[in-house]
């Protein structure tokens, strides 16, 4: 099994920075992909971004391309969400994922809050 565990999420304004982040734990050399997805209020979970965990070129979402940069620090199992120039709509419960191939999530984390004034 893989635990995983987000922090970084909070209250900030329109334009403003957050950073999120994941970390992994438990049978880690498991883990080939990983991604962050979230989820608003009343809508589907969604993608966000998701990456190899030994690297390659990250899949943003369209509503984030630009604004956000997914990072991973592998001595520290840990995986990154740069958020920039925030947004209203980036308003959401943003949950780290990872699973043992391609295209596959077995593993959530429990969600962090972004909530983004206007």
């Known amino acids: 099994q893989v635990q995983l565990v987000e922090s970084g999420g909070g209250l900030v304004q329109a334009g403003g920075s957050l950073r999120l982040s994941c970390a992994a734990s438990g049978r880690t050399f498991s883990i080939y992909y990983m991604g962050w997805f979230r989820q608003a209020p009343g809508k589907e979970r969604e993608l966000v971004v998701r990456?190899?965990?030994?690297?390659?070129?990250?899949y943003y979402a369209d509503s984030v391309k630009g604004r956000f940069t997914i990072s991973r620090d592998n001595a520290k199992n840990t995986v990154y969400l740069q958020m920039n120039s925030l947004k209203p709509e980036d308003t959401a419960v943003y949950y780290c994922?990872?699973?043992?191939?391609?295209?596959?999530?077995?593993?959530w984390g429990q969600g962090t809050q972004v909530t983004v004034s206007s």
């Open positions: 994922a990872a699973g043992p191939r391609r295209l596959t999530f077995d593993y």
């Open positions: 990456i190899a965990w030994s690297g390659g070129t990250p």
